[in-house]
């Protein structure tokens, strides 16, 4: 039967012993543990970031975008398409309708700038 004091007196000689091995050891698992808190705190920090400019606009902003003008290939004859582009006076419309406090109209598009 081995006694516990036997072990511990076993380990204690084994550390000290092999100094370089139990430091390097020690300085392995510190590292493991530093990283393995920084990557959270980073991740964490992510998180929050991430939530902070979704929800920057509250729950009372709603964006409309027109569906595709253009799908690959030709509608069939005697099909109508029922997609069609906005226009500004979409946009008014939308600012006439009660309970809008506010509407902002924008326009995307690619170009070639010359200077």
Do not use: C, K, Y
Not at 16 to 25: D, E, G, V
């Amino acid at each position: 039967m081995i006694r516990p004091g036997d072990s511990l007196q076993l380990a204690l000689r084994a550390i000290t012993a092999h100094r370089l091995r139990s430091f390097l050891t020690l300085l392995g698992i510190a590292v493991g543990i530093a990283a393995v808190i920084l990557l959270t705190s980073i991740g964490e920090g992510i998180h929050r970031f991430v939530l902070a400019e979704f929800t920057q606009f509250g729950t009372n902003v709603i964006s409309v975008a027109p569906g595709r003008t253009r799908t690959a290939g030709h509608a069939p004859t005697g099909i109508p398409t029922s997609v069609r582009p906005l226009t500004l006076e979409d946009a008014r419309a939308l600012e006439r309708l009660p309970h809008i406090t506010g509407m902002t109209a924008t326009v995307w598009g690619n170009t070639e700038v010359n200077a």
